[in-house]
């Protein structure tokens, strides 16, 4: 039953979120449609309850416009609307993923090695304020490093993999370990005080990836031929993403700081990407291709 109602939930955002806005009587059409009416009609008192639930659970206010009788979403702020969404489709994935076993040998997903291992203890950890201790297999060393504190501040998922940002408490630096390489994790029931002087949006705004530097933030140009551009449209590199249409090409722009993750990126889209500004990423961008031509020269 909790998870019916969950899936009820689920529905309604969903529904609305693709209207935009959408009225009573549209909503009522939907809702008949759907495999989770059974039948039945959704009564008034009933959508005033799943509006209740939804903004206790999702943090998402379902409004209805007294002007145009229209009901619509609002977030409690931007980012929570991001997690949010992202809940939501993957949620969805979930439920329509579970419901297609009798052709699962024809269905190929990514895997996410690091959500099944210790990402309900790092989430627990975040809620609580506590530290967690743990040793990390990092590529770049031969041996693990061990007890390792970290009082966390954020997680983040990138390229498939969760990645947890905080405090490590030997040196008080801001560090960042990928989940899936962290071994005997454990919660430290030992309570840490928020550090409310750290601004979380401002750490990551000029960041793609999962490299955080406190280098130079740079107006980024892409130059991106018309297909490509299309795939840019859809799929932002970076919330900052700002076009210009040309007839050939798009120009994109960006405020970025410059990373390896940054580099790696614009490399992945081969000739139908080019870098334009700033000079100091395109020395980088050369660089990395001078380096894998000289290896390739080698044989």
């Not at 031929?225 to 050939?248: T, W």
Request: charged share 25%.
């Amino acid at each position: 039953m909790a998870r019916d109602l969950i899936n009820r939930y689920i529905w309604l955002i969903d529904t609305i979120r693709r209207y935009g806005r959408i009225t009573r009587r549209e909503l009522d059409a939907c809702w008949e449609r759907s495999q989770l009416s059974n039948g039945e009609k959704l009564a008034r008192r009933t959508l005033y309850n799943y509006r209740q639930a939804v903004a206790e659970l999702f943090g998402i206010e379902i409004l209805c416009d007294p002007a145009s009788f229209e009901y619509y979403l609002e977030y409690e702020d931007a980012h929570n609307k991001s997690v949010t969404d992202w809940l939501l489709n993957a949620t969805t994935t979930n439920d329509v993923l579970s419901g297609a076993r009798d052709v699962s040998d024809r269905i190929f997903i990514e895997d996410v090695p690091s959500a099944r291992g210790c990402l309900r203890l790092a989430i627990d950890a975040l809620r609580g304020y506590h530290p967690l201790r743990f040793s990390y297999y990092a590529y770049t060393r031969a041996l693990p490093r061990q007890g390792i504190t970290l009082e966390p501040l954020f997680l983040k998922i990138f390229r498939q993999r969760w990645y947890v940002t905080g405090i490590n408490a030997l040196d008080g630096k801001v560090k960042t370990y990928a989940l899936d390489r962290m071994r005997d994790v454990t919660i430290s029931p030992a309570t840490f005080v928020p550090h409310d002087d750290f601004d979380i949006e401002e750490y990551t705004r000029y960041a793609f990836g999962i490299v955080f530097t406190p280098g130079t933030i740079y107006t980024v140009k892409l130059r991106a031929d018309v297909q490509q551009a299309k795939y840019l449209r859809d799929l932002p590199l970076h919330p900052s993403q700002h076009e210009m249409v040309h007839d050939a090409y798009s120009i994109f722009t960006y405020r970025l700081r410059l990373t390896p993750d940054l580099v790696a990126e614009i490399l992945s889209h081969g000739p139908r990407l080019t870098v334009l500004e700033p000079p100091q990423l395109r020395a980088m961008v050369k660089q990395e291709l001078k380096a894998t031509i000289d290896i390739y020269s080698k044989r």
